[in-house]
């Protein structure tokens, strides 16, 4: 729940989550959506088609558009091409910013497992060592967090402020923040 000091209590039920690769992004959003009782949605696994080719940006938003009008959900992912679409609904923007050197460790384990282990992401998709050793940012998730990461310090949660003024944001950088956060929000303390 989240409400103003001098306004009625909302029930929070649209979430927007953003964060580096390997932030804890999609961890966290199925916590919020699981003790909300709310339709989670991964971005990645809708724009990701098979064989890794990308959804259009009009069928992606036509998509996206069609989620984000329901009632209740958790939307994670940081697709610019239809960010306004999740922001206009959003009632709380959550951005993960926690230090760099822990992502870059949680991403390297869940890569290297999922590559060794041949784990499906979406659509048949798979993570493989050859991608995680290429030097194209596109193709090398890894890489693409490192370039990325600082984004989610600063920008994204000033682009949040300016962009969804009518959503509180809430930025988390640690562990502690995290993992405490979905019960902060049930008992209404965000």
């Given at each position: 729940?989240?409400?103003?000091?001098?306004?009625?209590?909302?029930?929070?039920?649209?979430?927007?989550?953003?964060?580096?690769?390997?932030?804890?992004?999609?961890?966290?959003?199925?916590?919020?959506?699981?003790?909300?009782?709310?339709?989670?949605?991964?971005?990645?696994?809708?724009?990701?088609?098979?064989?890794?080719?990308?959804?259009?940006?009009?069928?992606?938003?036509?998509?996206?558009?069609?989620?984000?009008?329901?009632?209740?959900?958790?939307?994670?992912?940081?697709?610019?091409?239809?960010?306004?679409?999740?922001?206009?609904?959003?009632?709380?923007?959550?951005?993960?910013?926690?230090?760099?050197?822990?992502?870059?460790?949680?991403?390297?384990?869940?890569?290297?497992?999922?590559?060794?282990?041949?784990?499906?992401?979406?659509?048949?998709?798979?993570?493989?060592?050859?991608?995680?050793?290429?030097?194209?940012?596109?193709?090398?998730?890894?890489?693409?967090?490192?370039?990325?990461h600082h984004r989610y310090?600063?920008?994204?949660?000033?682009?949040?402020?300016?962009?969804?003024?009518?959503?509180?944001?809430?930025?988390?950088?640690?562990?502690?923040?995290?993992?405490?956060?979905?019960?902060?929000?049930?008992?209404?303390?965000?």
């Amino acid at each position: 729940m989240c409400g103003g000091a001098s306004g009625p209590t909302v029930a929070v039920t649209r979430i927007a989550v953003h964060g580096a690769s390997g932030s804890g992004k999609t961890t966290l959003a199925t916590a919020l959506a699981y003790r909300l009782g709310v339709a989670r949605t991964e971005l990645d696994a809708l724009f990701h088609q098979p064989g890794w080719t990308t959804l259009p940006d009009d069928e992606f938003r036509a998509e996206v558009a069609a989620r984000a009008a329901g009632p209740g959900w958790v939307i994670d992912g940081n697709y610019r091409v239809v960010r306004d679409l999740v922001w206009e609904r959003a009632q709380l923007i959550v951005v993960l910013d926690p230090p760099r050197r822990r992502v870059m460790v949680q991403l390297l384990r869940r890569t290297v497992t999922r590559a060794a282990l041949r784990v499906e992401l979406w659509n048949g998709n798979r993570e493989s060592f050859r991608s995680l050793v290429s030097t194209d940012d596109q193709r090398n998730v890894v890489l693409w967090s490192w370039r990325t990461h600082h984004r989610y310090h600063d920008v994204v949660p000033a682009e949040a402020r300016s962009g969804a003024p009518h959503a509180r944001v809430v930025v988390l950088r640690d562990r502690r923040s995290v993992d405490a956060f979905p019960d902060r929000l049930a008992r209404g303390e965000v």
